[in-house]
């Protein structure tokens, strides 16, 4: 019996080489931003109200945003029940209103059918808050819905 040498042995610690699981996830990576294909985000259709207020509609202006009759035609705008054809028809109209009103405010209370995209009412909203600025007028702006019969 030797009682000399009683170490034990290490056991050898394995390394692990990540390298090939590096590549391999840099692979994926690449593949799916190659096959994916990049959207833009759609316009989203307004929500409806279930509830509201009733205002008095007699001092508010109505504007009626219509669907477009083809898919990449401009929505129809009524101001007062009066098509006023393009954005520019409408401001100009608009650009009436404000002249006319002895700088009181004006109050504008918007109707838009369900199928009118969003962007289309953000830019007769541009519109209004354009005659605003240049008119150095006060313009209310409300989304109103009506209910159904």
Do not use: C, H
Not at 11 to 36: G, K, N, Q, R, W
Not at 92 to 117: F, Q
């Amino acid at each position: 019996m030797s009682f000399g040498n009683n170490k034990k042995k290490k056991p050898e610690e394995a390394d692990l080489d990540i390298t090939p699981m590096i590549d391999v996830t840099f692979l994926l990576l690449i593949f799916f931003m190659v096959t994916s294909t990049m959207q833009a985000t759609p316009d989203k259709d307004l929500a409806s109200a279930n509830e509201g207020d009733t205002a008095n509609v007699a001092a508010w202006k109505n504007l009626t945003i219509l669907a477009p009759k083809t898919p990449k035609g401009d929505p129809q705008i009524l101001l007062e029940g009066k098509a006023t054809g393009s954005l520019e028809g409408f401001k100009s109209a608009l650009e009436t209103i404000v002249r006319t009103s002895g700088g009181k405010d004006v109050n504008v209370m918007i109707y838009a059918e369900r199928t009118v995209k969003s962007g289309d009412t953000g830019d007769v909203e541009g519109v209004i808050k354009e005659v605003a600025n240049e008119q150095d007028a006060k313009i209310n702006l409300t989304f109103a819905v009506k209910e159904k019969k």
